[in-house]
Structure formats: structure tokens, C-alpha cells
């Protein structure tokens, strides 16, 4: 109950095309769900975070969508670029005392 | 804003030693400290969770005694690895979240690469 389920494991995308990774929760207790980049060998960077009480969130070219009633979230990449080539991770917390529970990452290969 | 370091960025030891890394909040006071751990390709682990001027709180799986947590302020945690062994290479990450409005977010360290020979 208190895995992230996330998808696809790696991806592949051409310059200027939509990345798209999903993820899947189980607890209703989570109310936080952040999202992190990371490249090789650095530690992780906050990208986008989003809260229930709204359905999509948009920073720049990323956008998170969150269904609460299919207890799923998305981060979407408009406008990939090959710099977005990197690991992202999907998360959830706010149940646990500050605790993050996070997915599995996905691989984005952007094509120039 | 939200800056958050560590110290060293890689180390390489000997078998049987211990290993001090550093986590401090440059920009914010940090609460709670996060301390994970990731092997090649795969997510992070959460290792434990430590809060200011109190006792560390261990994972499951995690031994207390091998991965010792002082969180001595409220910009500094240190992680130390005592009685090293290759088995204990990895990479560290220590996260640190803010007290205020937004509790849950978490900012990461640039982590620690530790090879033990």
C-alpha cells in the first residue's frame, strides 16, 4: 500500500516531442506528489510537486496531471529537449511524518 | 534557495574503516534530514530519517549501529559508516525538508560516492 508504481521504465522521445511518465498509488492517505529529475551521478532536483486539491499543475514546459479518483499522476515534458535527458523519479508523501515514498524512475532518452 | 549540500562529493576507503559524510542546509533550517541510499540504476532508499537534536529513526533493514546519525543543529547532519566493508559502496544522498508551509518537500543533497576497497 505504500508503493509508487511508475511507467515506462525508460523512454525514448525526439527533440521537441512529449515526454510522458505516469504513476500509480495506492494509499489515499499521500497528499503530496512531487516529481525529480535527476542526471548522472548528482542527486536529485525538484522539478514539480502538485497537491490533491487541484487537478494539473504547470511550470514551464512541465506539467503534472493528477487524477485522484484513479489515484494516478503524470508528468508531461513539452517540448523535449535533449538537456531533459535524465532519470525522473515520482513521489508520494504527507502520511508518513514528512517520509517520501518514491517510484522506480524512468530513463528519458531525448533524440536530437 | 533551498540549497543543500555535502561533503565529500566521493571518498574511497580501506575495508574496516568509517566514513564521516556531511549534510548542511545552506539557505534554510532543516528539521528533519533524509538519508538515502542508491545503487546504479535503481531508485532511491530511504535509510533514515533524522530530526534536530533528536535520535535518527532507522528503516526497516537498516543497522542503527553501522550507519550512525547526529543531527547536531539545524543545518548540519552527519552520516558515518563504521566498520566499512565493499559491500557498503554506494551512493549517499541526504535530503533536508524546511519546517513552515510546505513540510513535505524535500531538497537534495548532490550526494556522496563511497567506494570501499
Known amino acids: 500500500q505504500q508503493q509508487v508504481k511508475q511507467s515506462p521504465q525508460s523512454l525514448i522521445v525526439q527533440k521537441g516531442g512529449i515526454s510522458i511518465i505516469n504513476c500509480a498509488y495506492e494509499n489515499t492517505a499521500f497528499d503530496y506528489f512531487p516529481w525529480y529529475q535527476q542526471f548522472p551521478g548528482k542527486g536529485p532536483a525538484l522539478l514539480i510537486a502538485?497537491?490533491?486539491?487541484?487537478s494539473e499543475k504547470k511550470e514551464g514546459r512541465f506539467t503534472i496531471s493528477f487524477n485522484k479518483s484513479a489515484k494516478q499522476f503524470s508528468l508531461h515534458i513539452m517540448d523535449s529537449q535533449p538537456g531533459d535527458s535524465a532519470t525522473y523519479f515520482c513521489a508520494a508523501g504527507g502520511n508518513r511524518g514528512n517520509k517520501l515514498v518514491f517510484g522506480a524512475g524512468t530513463i528519458l532518452r531525448v533524440k536530437s | 534557495g533551498a540549497v543543500v549540500s555535502q561533503h565529500p562529493s566521493w571518498v574511497i576507503c580501506k575495508s574496516g574503516t568509517s566514513v564521516k559524510i556531511e549534510c548542511r542546509s545552506l539557505d534554510f533550517q532543516a528539521t528533519t534530514m533524509f538519508w538515502y541510499r542508491q545503487f546504479p540504476k535503481q531508485s532511491l532508499m530511504l535509510m533514515a530519517t533524522s530530526n534536530e537534536g533528536s535520535k535518527a529513526t532507522y528503516e526497516q533493514g537498516v543497522e542503527k549501529d553501522k550507519f550512525l546519525i547526529n543531527h547536531a543543529s539545524l543545518t548540519l547532519s552527519t552520516l558515518t559508516v563504521t566498520s566499512a566493508h565493499p559491500e557498503d559502496s554506494s551512493f549517499y544522498i541526504c535530503?533536508?525538508?524546511?519546517?513552515?508551509?510546505?513540510?513535505?518537500?524535500?531538497?537534495f543533497g548532490p550526494g556522496t560516492r563511497l567506494t570501499v576497497l
Open positions: 502538485i497537491r490533491p486539491d487541484v
Open positions: 535530503s533536508a525538508s524546511a519546517s513552515g508551509s510546505l513540510p513535505d518537500t524535500q531538497y
